[in-house]
């Protein structure tokens, strides 16, 4: 069962930003800790690192420290959409993205619990 779809990458040159969408299906949205996760090509699922996490409200954000004042996550829990706005954007930015309902929003809680999709590819070219 698909439970998250996430779309919106691409092959960008550095500098270029993007914004990726998420939108959930079958799990309560609003209620839930949201966040994007970034996977190389090959990487198990448990290796897979945190970009951003969202409490259900969108008024509490963590960022990993590579990614910070370049992205934003928000969501519209109207719309049911998670959104990551992807500026200024580096070579090491690019990997597969997924979104995933998540423990929480610190460095250690801010972790793919639930829904996880199959990703939309970014490639940031020099």
């Known amino acids: 069962q698909v439970q998250v779809t996430e779309s919106g990458g691409g092959l960008v040159q550095a500098g270029d930003s993007l914004r990726l969408n998420c939108t959930p299906s079958?799990?309560?949205?609003?209620?839930?800790?949201m966040g994007w996760f970034r996977r190389a090509p090959g990487e198990e699922r448990e290796a897979v690192k945190a970009?951003?996490?969202?409490?259900?409200?969108?008024?509490?954000?963590y960022y990993e420290d590579s990614v910070k004042g370049r992205f934003t996550i928000s969501r519209d829990n109207i719309k049911k959409t998670l959104y990551l706005q992807m500026n200024n954007q580096k070579t090491e930015d690019t990997g597969i993205y997924h979104c995933?309902?998540?423990?929480?929003?610190?460095?250690?809680?801010?972790?793919?619990?639930?829904?996880w999709g199959q990703g939309t590819q970014v490639t940031v070219s020099s």
């Open positions: 995933a309902g998540t423990r929480g929003l610190g460095p250690n809680t801010c972790v793919a619990d639930y829904a």
């Open positions: 970009v951003a996490c969202i409490s259900p409200n969108g008024a509490i954000n």
């Open positions: 079958r799990f309560t949205f609003h209620r839930a800790n």
